[in-house]
C-alpha cells in the first residue's frame, strides 16, 4: 500500500475588524466560504479594537490569526503620517510609534506577520536618505518584537515608492540587517505593475514570509479576486515552489469578495487550491 500526503500552503483572507459600520463576522463568515484556515486582520488603527475580542471571533469560526496589515500612510495611530522612509526626524520618529503599537496588538491577537509598508510616494534623489530611515526604522521595530514572535514584513509597493518598489532593493536591506524579526511580504497586484508577480518573487526569495494575492490589469491596483485580471496564476504558483515557499496565500480582495458573493464559485474556489499545491500538479 502506497501512503502520500497531500502538501499545501495555507489558504487565507484579509478581513476588517473595528470599522463603524462593519461586522467582521461577515468576513470570517466569507472565509470559511473560501475554506480558509487564517487570516489577515486589516483594523481600524484609530479605534484601537480590542485584540482579544478578535482572536476570540476568529477562533469561534475554526480560524486563526496569521498577520495584520500595520498601520500605513494616513492610516495611523497617533502619527499625522506613518512613512518608515520619512527623512523628516518627527515623522519618522511618530511612524516608528505608531508602528511598534501595531507589534503589541497583534501579539496579544495571536497573530505572526505584521505588514509594513517600506514607504509612500517619494523622490527618487532622495532614494539613499530614504533607504538609511527605513534600515533605522526597521531596525528599531526589530529590537520592540524581540521575543514577542511578531515577524515585521516589508511589502513591496507600486511604483512611486523609493525604495520599495521592487522587491530586490528591499530583499538587499533586509538581508543587510539580517534579524529574525525583519522578512519580506509579496503583494502580488503591486508586483503586476511594477514588473511581474514571479520576478518579483524570484528576488524576494528566502527572505518572504508572507502574501498578498490579488489580480489587476497590469496598469491599475483593483484588488481583483485572482483571475479577474491579467496575471498569469500558474506562473506564479511555480516561481513560488522555485523559491520553497510554503506560507499562505493571503486574498487581499475581501471588499469584492464581500460586494460580490456569486465570485466564490466552483471554478474560483478551484483556482485558489491550485494556488496552495506545492510541487507539480
Not at 502580488?188 to 508572507?210: F, K, N, Q, V, Y
Amino acid at each position: 500500500m502506497t501512503i502520500t500526503s497531500e502538501r499545501r500552503r495555507p489558504l487565507g483572507t484579509m478581513v476588517a475588524y473595528g470599522f463603524a459600520g462593519g461586522d467582521v463576522a461577515v468576513d470570517l463568515a466569507i472565509a470559511n466560504r473560501l475554506s480558509a484556515s487564517v487570516v489577515e486582520v486589516l483594523p481600524d488603527w484609530r479605534a484601537r479594537p480590542d485584540p482579544r475580542t478578535l482572536r476570540n471571533r476568529v477562533a469561534d469560526f475554526g480560524l486563526a490569526v496569521h498577520s495584520a496589515h500595520g498601520c500605513w500612510g494616513g492610516q495611523s495611530i497617533r502619527a499625522a503620517r506613518v512613512d518608515l522612509g520619512a527623512i523628516d526626524p518627527e515623522t519618522h520618529r511618530a511612524s516608528v510609534d505608531d508602528l511598534k503599537a501595531c507589534v503589541d496588538w497583534l501579539e496579544e491577537a495571536g497573530g505572526t506577520c505584521l505588514v509594513v509598508h517600506p514607504g509612500g510616494l517619494s523622490d527618487p534623489e532622495q532614494v539613499d536618505a530614504r533607504r538609511e530611515a527605513l534600515a533605522r526604522g526597521l531596525v528599531a521595530l526589530a529590537d520592540h518584537a524581540r521575543g514577542t514572535g511578531v515577524v515585521l514584513c516589508v511589502e513591496n509597493m507600486p511604483p512611486g515608492v523609493h525604495p520599495g518598489s521592487r522587491s530586490a532593493p528591499l530583499a538587499a536591506l533586509v538581508a543587510e540587517i539580517d534579524r529574525p524579526e525583519i522578512a519580506l511580504a509579496l503583494d502580488t497586484g503591486h508586483a503586476h505593475i511594477s514588473a511581474t508577480p514571479r520576478s518579483e518573487t524570484l528576488d524576494a526569495g528566502r527572505w518572504l514570509r508572507t502574501t498578498h494575492v490579488h489580480d489587476n490589469d497590469g496598469r491599475q491596483d483593483t484588488h481583483h479576486p485572482p483571475g479577474f485580471g491579467s496575471i498569469d496564476w500558474d506562473d506564479w504558483r511555480d516561481a513560488l515552489d522555485a523559491i520553497g515557499y510554503h506560507g499562505p496565500i493571503v486574498l487581499e480582495c475581501i471588499r469584492l469578495l464581500r460586494k460580490h458573493p456569486e465570485t466564490i464559485s466552483d471554478d474560483f474556489l478551484a483556482r485558489l487550491q491550485r494556488l496552495t499545491e506545492i510541487g507539480p500538479r
